[in-house]
């Protein structure tokens, strides 16, 4: 696993790939945060990171397909699959080297936000009135959140040879699981189903943690659910 996940790293930082989905990544959250007047943190006129932590999931949904969608589905179409799976290496070690790989550029493309806690931190009035237990928690939540996107996207690559439909269909995935389920959930005719459909929804899940206090149960939901892709991922490589 280890070797599978130094060649991933390798991969991704020896080309633009990694470089260019940061970049797009903190641009667009810089500009919301600090620039556009609708949803500028200075016009707000309080030291709170809500703002970012609604966006980022939106963010997440088309870069973590964009990250992953080369992971299996380039390998099929060079024909290095095979060659890979004739090593003496697992299917789950293929597929656990490539998940951290990606995770690991999901969370230090998170990393750089840090900057926007510790200026709202100097910003308050006084310093350092915000919620902080909210923004530990919300971090948490995105990283989580990151993880079982980047297993959707695995097995999404797994399903063809064509990075291009991996990349569509991840991201149809992802937008189904965080926000179609607890909208369907909103329906008055699935009636008592409905509850039990925006527990599964990320977004729920996400928001219990943003409230500050870290819930096993989330953090058990979305271990599960990764695993849950994972497995499919190794089923589909057999």
Do not use: H
Request: proline share 3%; with cysteine.
């Amino acid at each position: 696993m280890i070797a599978i996940f130094r060649k991933e790293v390798n991969q991704f930082f020896s080309s633009p790939i990694a470089y260019i989905i940061m970049a797009v990544f903190l641009t667009a959250t810089g500009l919301m945060l600090w620039v556009f007047p609708d949803t500028s943190l200075l016009e707000y006129g309080y030291a709170d990171m809500s703002a970012f932590f609604n966006l980022a999931p939106y963010a997440l949904l088309f870069l973590v397909p964009a990250i992953t969608m080369r992971s299996i589905a380039d390998e099929v179409r060079m024909g290095t699959l095979e060659w890979l799976l004739t090593k003496p290496v697992s299917r789950w070690a293929i597929v656990g080297g490539k998940f951290l790989a990606c995770w690991l550029l999901v969370a230090l493309t998170l990393l750089p936000t840090v900057i926007y806690y510790i200026t709202l931190y100097q910003l308050g009035s006084p310093v350092g009135n915000i919620d902080s237990a909210a923004v530990l928690g919300s971090y948490v939540g995105l990283l989580l959140l990151g993880g079982a996107f980047v297993a959707i996207g695995l097995w999404a690559s797994s399903l063809n040879d064509n990075q291009v439909v991996a990349f569509v269909l991840g991201v149809f995935i992802c937008l189904l699981f965080y926000v179609g389920l607890s909208s369907l959930a909103g329906l008055d005719a699935l009636g008592r189903v409905g509850y039990y459909m925006s527990y599964l929804a990320f977004d729920e899940q996400y928001r219990a943690l943003g409230r500050g206090l870290i819930d096993s149960r989330n953090v058990v939901y979305f271990a599960s659910l990764t695993f849950f892709f994972l497995f499919l991922t190794t089923q589909r490589l057999r």
